[in-house]
DNA sequence: ACCTGAACACCGTTCAAGT
DNA sequence: ACCTGAACACCGTTCAAGT
């Protein structure tokens, strides 16, 4: 009583352990649960409700993470703006799509986790450096992360397998759809990285071009 | 037996009854599941997989019906390339953002319906219009529909409101993120029409910049 | 303060059965 | 051919109870 003595029972978990096992189950390459991560963790799954308030707040944690896992570091350095700015969109895209299932996360996470804070800081840092004043590169910024977060939920949903993607884009009536027909062959491609860099390429020539 | 008369009941139902109640669904401000959509219809749930193989099938069918609901008339006309592709992703956006749960669906759904086909060529010859070659007119069309569908997504994401977001924008330390910090108010909009025109017509000025 | 047992209201999906 | 009853393996979340 005197050294007010009880101090309980020693916590076994935390939220970054919580976040790291529901990183663990999407490498396994299951969906974030509350009752995956509270299994992975031998422990019944409302035990995460003392350290989380909901499902949303878990997806926001372990969303943020996933930005961490992508390195925000090629953000900094004394490399152009176009290679640090393009560099880190490559990477999040590269993390998110070999964790199916991780994108789904970024649907109840706003960006609001220390991660998303120093990714936004050194974003605009970038654009700075190429010639954007303050507003502009606030609005930048965010253009960027929602092209490459729409092109990982675009690229997921298409679970089609390549021979059935090449099917269905051959059978693409000719005289009705002229045009998407002639050009099927950069439609199967859709989905890669090469679209994906050359979208952002020309979305970084527009948002430099005033 | 020579007539074959034998022919059943007659069906009640048909995919597009199914998806019509998906979208009144959706309307209701719920979220398009199996049972509510065959709640609707005054059906047991498992009668739906008489018409849809699985659940993806429905959410494919849905979200491509919500491409057409953008009215993808106006990508028609002898309007500039640039009105007509803006109004269809503006309209795509405003469709999404007034069905919370819409956006969702494109995760499980590529986008390969008749609707989808449609805007697909009709993007085609408006940036045909815009002077871009096959190629490119094919990877411009998939750019501008992944900042849109990126720019519903991170918004259905953001469900804080204004004064959450405001409260949470004001207490960005200063000192380790100064440009955040700067840009807060910007920050603020992100998630408004005004930043969505303002990204897209960047897009659209990088798309045709060669 | 931390963790659990039990329960509630949901999901998608299957299978055998009825008409 | 179409629809259902019943069941299975999942969800997120709550609440009272145990330590």
Partial sequence: MFFM???GPQPSLSVAKIVAAAIEVLDAGDAVSVRAVAARLDVRPNTIY???PDKAALDSAVADRLLELANPDVLT???SWR???GDYAVAVRTVLLER???IALFHSAPMNGPAALT???RLLDAFAHAGLPDENASRAAYAVMTYALGAVALSDADSDSEPERAARLAGIPADAFPRSARTAPVAATWNGEEQFRW???RLLDG???R
Wanted: cysteine-free.
């Fill in 199 to 201: 979208g952002l390429a």
């Fill in 77 to 79: 350095g004394r490399r």
């Fill in 207 to 209: 948002l430099v071009s």
């Fill in 119 to 121: 990714v936004g800081e």
């Fill in 100 to 102: 199916p299932g991780a």
């Fill in 50 to 52: 003392t350290y989380l």
């Fill in 83 to 85: 290679r640090r700015v």
């Fill in 5 to 7: 003595g009880a101090r």
